[in-house]
């Protein structure tokens, strides 16, 4: 089947979940979602090497959610084990997202708070489980934990896992849960280590893989700013629109108080007639927004990448990307909306210093290096605020971290204990006594002096 053609109707997915893609905004499957679901439903083993930003997540989530089908009991029916407490908190995002017609209990459980509301989720009753492996085996050992009707576990990031260490915590739980169970197990690479795995794990599994690269057009122009702050891309953007043959733009942002900042400010500044898209805009409104766009009626459309789904227009002169994408093969799907029908267009992306990291990944994706351009000396380049600042820093942080467990950020470091200043006289006394005695003690020898 090809991608072109393909809907997510074609799984047989029942209406909540069908109802839950179309309200994300999803129209067709991504390649590894397109392999991987049909043969999750029909109960076999899956082998899926894809890089994050494939639309991995979503293709081992909708198969549990089809197949736990709704609230049942007590006990957890599916496990997906993942290795950092913000990959969980993701997986946990989507499921939710995906499941939000359905009533089915979905809890997360990682370490780095205390683990009693965890506990009490799960005693309220659960039927799906994603943790990290550590603070499963945690609360298993409290005996809150019931895993004897697990019939599917999926293990994402598989290799990472393992560079982190969590081997013999994944195979304690291997050894509390059922062994007749579906497993899917996930990586971005297929290492000698991640194929032991998948042979200790996995029985007849079928092996799914998604070429890492992704290809953009040649009549896309691609250029890139590195810019310190958010109201340096405001002043950069509207720098752009009044000075480049801008004939119709497509503005993405990563969130919908950003989309609203930007549309806010652009019609302030009329830039012509102009329209926002994202999530919590009516269907309708949506609709006629880019039905709009498509007829030419409209100059620049502001949009994130769930609401501008299934957008198709051929004669779009630039796309700009206010904020990087962190799901990184958007990237692609964005610059995708011009240099279409062979004609030329133009790519231009804005980064901030945390976005930075995301940036070198896409390259990575992509296989170039985006050309830099210098930020004209017209536009206004205000100073960063802290707050700000300290933002992008933690983020930095928090990224690093969770490629390198063991790295410790600005926001962590060990700070120096302020030296006690002593007064002139103790400093003495400490030196003769060997320590500074203290106040009781001084008060009780001036009392005795005092009574001499």
């Known amino acids: 089947m090809s991608n072109d053609t393909l809907g997510f109707d074609a799984f047989k997915l ?17 390649p590894i979602q397109e392999k991987a679901i049909p043969l999750a439903l029909t109960g076999h083993d899956v082998l899926g090497i894809a890089q994050t930003g494939t639309g991995k997540t979503a293709a ?38 995906l499941g939000k017609y359905t009533d089915l209990r979905i809890v997360s459980l990682y370490g780095g708070i205390g683990p009693k509301t965890q506990i009490e989720h799960i005693e309220a009753g659960v039927d799906i489980v994603i943790s990290t492996p550590g603070r499963f085996m945690d609360i298993y050992r409290k005996g809150v934990i019931f895993p004897k009707e697990i019939k599917t ?47 200790e794990f996995l029985e007849f599994p079928e092996r799914v893989e998604i070429a890492p690269s992704a290809t953009t057009a040649e009549t896309i122009e691609q250029v890139k700013y590195l810019v310190p702050n958010i ?13 480049e043959e801008i004939r119709r733009a497509i503005i993405f942002t990563r969130s919908r108080k950003n989309a609203e900042s930007v549309f806010s400010f652009l019609e302030r500044k009329g830039f012509g007639e102009i329209r926002v898209i994202h999530a919590n805009k009516g269907q309708n409104t949506r609709i006629n927004s880019m039905e709009d766009f498509k007829a030419g009626d409209v100059r620049l459309l502001v949009a994130t990448d769930v609401a501008s789904r299934g957008l198709d227009v051929t004669m779009v002169s630039h796309v700009i990307n206010f904020d990087v994408p962190l799901i990184y093969e958007d990237y692609v799907h964005r610059i995708g909306r011009t240099g279409r029908a062979e004609k030329e267009g133009k790519a231009i992306t804005f980064i901030n210093p945390a976005e930075a990291y995301h940036f070198e990944r896409i ?21 960063t605020p802290f707050e700000e600042k300290q933002g992008y820093a933690r983020e930095l942080d928090r990224l690093k971290q969770r490629d390198n467990p063991d790295y410790k950020g600005a926001f962590h470091e060990k700070r120096e204990k302020p030296k006690q200043n002593i007064g002139k006289g103790e400093k003495v006394r400490a030196k003769k006594h060997g320590k500074k005695p203290n106040r009781n003690q001084l008060k009780t020898k001036n009392q005795k002096n005092k009574g001499k």
């Open 153 to 199: 576990m999926v293990l994402d990031e598989a290799d990472k896992m393992m560079d982190m260490g969590f081997m013999p915590q994944i195979r304690a739980i291997l050894e509390v849960i059922p062994s007749k169970r579906q497993n899917l197990l996930f990586s971005a690479t297929f290492s000698g280590r991640v194929e032991n795995l998948s042979t």
């Open 14 to 30: 029942n209406k909540q979940l069908l109802s839950a893609i179309s309200e994300s905004g999803y129209t067709t499957p991504t």
């Open 363 to 383: 390259e990575e994706l992509i296989r170039m290096k985006v050309e830099e351009l210098p930020i004209p000396d017209s536009v206004d380049v205000p100073v």
């Open 60 to 97: 081992y989530v909708l198969p549990i959610l089809m197949k736990v089908k709704y609230a049942q009991g007590v006990h957890p029916r599916a496990l997906i084990l993942a290795p950092t407490r913000e990959l969980v908190m993701q997986i946990e995002e989507v499921a939710k997202e």
């Open 231 to 243: 109201k340096t891309k405001i002043n950069l953007l509207a720098h752009l629109l009044e000075q």
